[in-house]
Structures are given as C-alpha cells and as structure tokens.
C-alpha cells in the first residue's frame, strides 16, 4: 500500500504516530517522517492514522 501525506497541509500533530508507529514518527525537529510504503498488515493502523489526522493530509493508494 502506498501512503502520501500532504506536507504543506500537515500540521505536525502527531496523531498519526499515535495510530500507526510502525508507519508515522515525529522526527527530533517536531516534524513527522513516515515510510512512503506500507505492509498491507498495517493497513488497519494507517486507515486508522489517515482517520484521527486533524487537516485529513493523509492519502492511502493501493498498490
């Protein structure tokens, strides 16, 4: 699965590395990095990330 994350809508809030940890992660400047692709196994994780993000900057594809 791919992952995209609208960074000039992203605010850093971090929930998304609350829901997926695996996929999402503040770096040590505040702001979020995450894997650009994802296990199919973490799919209920990052659906769960793209859905508590406040600005709705995260974008899953199949593939």
Partial sequence: MQITVDMKRCQDHGQCAIAAPDVFRINDEGRLEYEPTAD?????????????????????LDG
């Fill in 40 to 60: 199919e196994s973490l799919r209920d994780e990052v659906e769960e990330a793209a859905d508590v993000c406040p600005v709705q900057a995260i974008a899953l």
